[in-house]
Each structure stands twice: as structure tokens, then as C-alpha cells.
């Protein structure tokens, strides 16, 4: 008897026995970056001195604060568009080029106190973000470094006043998911500034100047929940019309982006474009781009808002390669966000809704030519399960493998969704997908990187079965959604 008892539990053990997770392949994203990463769409609002000036993007510094007058300023009309185009967050331009401060700000009289907008009293940063936090919302703030209104800028007296400045956002506005710091110093235009009436160019060294490792620092001490662009936690695009690189890689090595940094013009260019694929900080891009030709608002421009199908495009090229978005809806003279632009957004919104609207994958039935210790826990099942958080392993020495999913019946496919469980690390170099047509799998679009999220657009095809093949991987490969459309 006790043999019997002793062989049922040595059988039972080892049905039972727990598969060990696949090891994390470095380097990871944090809490903070992945919370991000989820975001995927937000906005970004360029509102100054500049909207009344005419002149585009880069005011001089001796704008007279009173020009600033919207007439009909609705922070609510901002927040309620934004949410209901479906994006998740607005980045705020707080301070731009031009020095001038859309918040009372003590250190400085450049600023909306000194302007007729509601008599001197108004406070743009506080309305915008007390209207996205009712709308559900994040709220993040933009903080031009280069500043040519200020007398001091290009010495030690301005970092203070900087650090100063963004001290009162990070404290005075409540949660800030995103501190927006600009990588342009000047240096396309000479340097050339008001400076408080010097009328110069001034020349400082971008990687030296701003002794960025203790703003980041100071950052984190005081707002240990928001993430930093242009600083450790997010890279730039390494352009501003609407795309990332393909193959589009969350690691890089962070010294050669990072101050003291090369210009990011020239031989950097491809590591901001495209990430390096075998790099030891993860540093993800974000894509910003304007629904416009211009940053901020030009009535010019309002036959040139961006239609519902290059939005289209440009979020494929973007979140569809792994990379959040940042779109740019600059409101006017009025204070509000143009009938065009929100015509566009909807437009879009529409597009997207009906373009994405079924999944064909959800809780399909999955097969893979092979899966972890062989435990459900790991199985292809949980590509199709609807979770994030669940997904398909191979063992540890397994860096290529196949997942084959049926969707019951003949359906027609434009769009195959693959996320990686990137949690665990960036791992998938090369990948394609195959349908099963004529008695044969047939080859219809391939890869490289996946990362956070990948969306394939393909000719449109008749097909019962997808199969995802993963034909080379830095690691066991982690593949936890696939979704077809």
C-alpha cells in the first residue's frame, strides 16, 4: 500500500510541478515605461505667444504679453475632443522658445499675468490640466530649455531659474505623467534671441550646459511617477512627420544618445530612427508629429489639416511599429481647437473604430509546434485569450517556433497584430506570417522587430488559418497577443 501511495504521489508531483518563467532577456522597460508604452495615442498642445504672432514656430523672446488675448478659451473643448478622439493624455506647451509662460509663473513677468487674458489672472496650465483631469486625462507638461527672452540664458543664473520654473509645474498641477524637455537649443538658427534685449546669438554646449543627469534627478524627487522625454526613459523619433524606423528596436546604448550627445542630425540620426537592437538601456521613441504643416496655429493652414486617412497611416507607422504616438492639435486665436481639426480627429476615430472593430483571432483556437516544460501556462492558447499579461513560451534553448491559429471559417484579412511580451525584454529579430491557401501555407508579410506592439497591413486575402513563424529570436521568444482584422 504504501508503495502504491508513494508511486501516486511522485505522478502527481510531477503533473503538478511548477514550470520555471522564462529569465528576463536585458534590458526591460520599468513600471513607469510600460504604463506608458500602454498609452499609445496622446496629444500635444502648442499654444503661446506665437498663435497671435504669425510668425511659426519659433518666437524671437520680445513678444509684448499682450497679444496674448483667446477670446473664447475652453480648456473643456480641448479635453472633451482629445478624450472622445480616443486618445489617452495631452502634453501641455507650457514655456516654448519664446519664453513666455502660459502660468503666473513669480520668477519672471514674461508670462500670462502681464497679458489682458483674463485680466492678468488667468492661468492656462492650471485650466488645462483641471479639464483633462475631469475628462479622465493625463496631463504632461512641455518645458522649452533654450529660452530667448531671458536675460541670463547661457549661464549658470538660468539653469536656476529653469530648474526653477519647472519646480512650480511639478508641484502646482497635480500628477504629471510626461515632462516634455526639448532637444533644440538654437543651434539651426545661429543661436539668435531677445535675451532681454541683448538681441544676439548665444552659444552654449547642449551636453554640458544643462547638467541634465541632476534636472532628471530633481525630476524624480519630486514626481517619481512621471517619465522624462529627451532624458532617460524616452528617446525622440529622429523626425517629426509621422514615423519610427522599421525595424523599430526599445534598446539602445544610452551614452550615445544621452548629454554629452553627438548631433542628432547626422550619424545618430538611425540609432533615434530605429533604436539598436542589441542595446543596453531601454529607451523606447516617441513619434510627435502636427495634424499641420505648423506647430502652432496658422489660419493659413486651415485647408492643410492632415485627413482621416493619412492619420491613418502615420498611427501604423507609429504605435503600429511599436511606438506611442504624440499628436500635435494646436488650438487658435479663439482659444479653441479648430472645426477642422476636429472633424479630422473624428474622422479618424471613426476610421480607426471601424478599421479594428472585430478581431477574428479573439479566443480563436491555437496551436505551436512547441511549448514551455509543455505547461498550459505557456501554451499558444494564451495568444488568442485577450490578455496582455498571458502568453506563449518556448524552453530556454527553442528561439524559433511557430503559432497557428484558426478562425473557424473563411474570413478576409487586411491587418495581423503581434505584441511580445516585452515585460521579459525585446527578443523577436525576424518573423513572418503565412495564410493557408490552396493546400499550402503562403508567405503574405515578414519582419524584424515586434517589441510593444507590431500591426502588418496586408493586401486583402481569403483565409481560414493564420500561422505567425518566429525564425530567430535573442532569446526563447515571448509572444503574449495576436489579433487579426
Known amino acids: 500500500?504504501?508503495?502504491?501511495?508513494?508511486?501516486?504521489?511522485?505522478?502527481?508531483?510531477?503533473?503538478?510541478?511548477?514550470?520555471?518563467?522564462?529569465?528576463?532577456?536585458?534590458?526591460?522597460?520599468?513600471?513607469?515605461?510600460?504604463?506608458?508604452?500602454?498609452?499609445?495615442?496622446?496629444?500635444?498642445?502648442?499654444f503661446t505667444v506665437n498663435t497671435f504672432t504669425g510668425v511659426g514656430t519659433l518666437g524671437y523672446g520680445d513678444e509684448n504679453p499682450e497679444i496674448f488675448?483667446?477670446?473664447?478659451?475652453?480648456?473643456?473643448?480641448?479635453?472633451?475632443?482629445?478624450k472622445e478622439a480616443g486618445l489617452k493624455g495631452l502634453i501641455l506647451t507650457c514655456k516654448h522658445h519664446d519664453g513666455f509662460c502660459l502660468w503666473p509663473s513669480k520668477y519672471t513677468e514674461h508670462s500670462v499675468k502681464n497679458s489682458p487674458f483674463m485680466n492678468g489672472k488667468g492661468d492656462v496650465v492650471k485650466a488645462v490640466s483641471d479639464a483633462c483631469r475631469k475628462n479622465g486625462l493625463k496631463f504632461g507638461v512641455y518645458l522649452s530649455p533654450w529660452d530667448r527672452s531671458h536675460a541670463q540664458y547661457g549661464t549658470s543664473e538660468y539653469i536656476v531659474y529653469f530648474r526653477n520654473q519647472l519646480q512650480e509645474l511639478l508641484t502646482n498641477y497635480g500628477d504629471i505623467f510626461e515632462v516634455w524637455f526639448d532637444g533644440y537649443y538654437g543651434t539651426g538658427v545661429d543661436g539668435l534671441g531677445y535675451y532681454g534685449g541683448a538681441n544676439e546669438s548665444r552659444k552654449i554646449d547642449p551636453g554640458t550646459y544643462f547638467d541634465w543627469a541632476n534636472t532628471w534627478a530633481m525630476v524624480r524627487e519630486i514626481s517619481p511617477m512621471t517619465v522624462i522625454f529627451n532624458g532617460p526613459d524616452i528617446r525622440w523619433s529622429?523626425?517629426?512627420?509621422?514615423?519610427?524606423?522599421?525595424?523599430?528596436?526599445?534598446?539602445?546604448?544610452?551614452?550615445?544618445?544621452?548629454?554629452?550627445?553627438?548631433?542628432?542630425?547626422?550619424?545618430?540620426?538611425?540609432i533615434y530612427f530605429h533604436g539598436e537592437e542589441n542595446g543596453t538601456s531601454w529607451l523606447p521613441a516617441e513619434v510627435d508629429v502636427s495634424i499641420r504643416p505648423g506647430w502652432f496655429y496658422d489660419a493659413a493652414e486651415d485647408d492643410q489639416v492632415r485627413t482621416p486617412e493619412n492619420l491613418l497611416k502615420i498611427y501604423l507607422e507609429s504605435v503600429g511599429r511599436g511606438a506611442p504616438l504624440l499628436l500635435n492639435i494646436p488650438p487658435d486665436r479663439r482659444g479653441l481647437l479648430h472645426e477642422n481639426d476636429v472633424k479630422s480627429l473624428m474622422g479618424w476615430k471613426n476610421l480607426l473604430d471601424r478599421t479594428f472593430a472585430v478581431n477574428l483571432a479573439a479566443h480563436a483556437k491555437a496551436k505551436a509546434d512547441s511549448y514551455r516544460g509543455k505547461s498550459k501556462k505557456y501554451a499558444a492558447a494564451n495568444v488568442t485569450d485577450g490578455n496582455r499579461e498571458t502568453y506563449w513560451a518556448t524552453d530556454d534553448d527553442v528561439t524559433k517556433g511557430s503559432l497557428e491559429i484558426d478562425l473557424g471559417k473563411m474570413q478576409k484579412v487586411n491587418y495581423v497584430l503581434v505584441q511580445e511580451y516585452i515585460r521579459l525584454g525585446q527578443r523577436v529579430k525576424d518573423f513572418n506570417v503565412e495564410i493557408w491557401e490552396d493546400n499550402a501555407w503562403k508567405q503574405i508579410a515578414k519582419g524584424s522587430a515586434i517589441g510593444y506592439k507590431r500591426i502588418l497591413r496586408i493586401d486583402p486575402v481569403d483565409t481560414q488559418k493564420i500561422r505567425i513563424n518566429i525564425v530567430d529570436s535573442k532569446a526563447c521568444p515571448l509572444i503574449s497577443m495576436v489579433e487579426v482584422y
Open 238 to 270: 529622429g523626425n517629426e512627420h509621422g514615423e519610427v524606423g522599421d525595424p523599430n528596436w526599445n534598446t539602445v546604448n544610452a551614452d550615445t544618445l544621452l548629454p554629452p550627445h553627438k548631433n542628432p542630425y547626422d550619424d545618430v540620426y538611425n
Open 69 to 82: 488675448n483667446p477670446t473664447a478659451f475652453d480648456a473643456e473643448q480641448w479635453a472633451k475632443t482629445i
Open 1 to 46: 500500500m504504501n508503495a502504491v501511495l508513494i508511486t501516486w504521489f511522485v505522478l502527481m508531483t510531477s503533473c503538478t510541478r511548477e514550470v520555471e518563467p522564462p529569465q528576463s532577456a536585458l534590458p526591460i522597460p520599468t513600471e513607469l515605461q510600460m504604463t506608458w508604452h500602454e498609452m499609445e495615442i496622446y496629444a500635444f498642445i502648442h
